[in-house]
């Protein structure tokens, strides 16, 4: 799972803008955002497990973000990692070739660099569409999918964005912040953007913005099982070329 929104070229003093949850086991291993030592250039999480990660920012401006997909009964399953593919365009900027694609496990990707933002997806078969100017939210569906969850994080965004106050990045962290259990009638997967649960849920929550100068900031806060406040790490970064 996970639930990720890109707002690009939307407002004239944050013209980008990411905000997203990473929902993963709690006992795989995780280092939070960091600059890297190993790859100066990237500011990101990093999956210990796999060595990649679900969402980074570089200082030479490329910005990319991974959710796995929501498996179909029976289909074969690869063993590619996802994370990888973040790292892939963060660190050389390369997209993945639609045969590549296929080696990967069920995935949307989001990457936005020189070419603005570009989303990429290998089910139900290798995908790629530029996108324009708006809110592009995807979860484990299809790219702006009319889940619950995808409608309620876009509605959230589209109002901050158009309020008369100024922009309080931080303040994003509200609309992605824990939430009471979904319905017994509805599904969980489409239904919350925060989850909870004792093995497997929201691991943190990331808010990114860069404003019309090319100032970036990124912030991450992580969580435990039950929803508790583990600790917040944030990252400044200067994008080249302004998104506007």
Known sequence: MCIIAVAYQVNSDWPLLAIANRDEFHDRPSAPLSQWEDCPDVIAGRDIEAGGTWLGVTHSGRLAAVSNVRRVEGAPVPDGSRGVLVLDYLNNGLLPTDEAAQLIRPFNLITVGPAGPIFLTNRPRSRRQVLKRGIHVFSNGALNDHWPKTRRLKSALAGRISSSAPLDLTGLFDELAPETAASCSADPIEESIF???PTYGTRCSTVLGVDASGAGKIVERSFGPTGE????????????????
Not at 229 to 244: K, M, Q, R, V
Request: hydrophobic letters at 40%; a negative charge.
């Open 195 to 197: 989850v909870l649960g």
């Open 229 to 244: 406040f583990l600790g917040e790490s944030s990252g400044a970064f200067a994008w080249p070329t302004p998104p506007c």
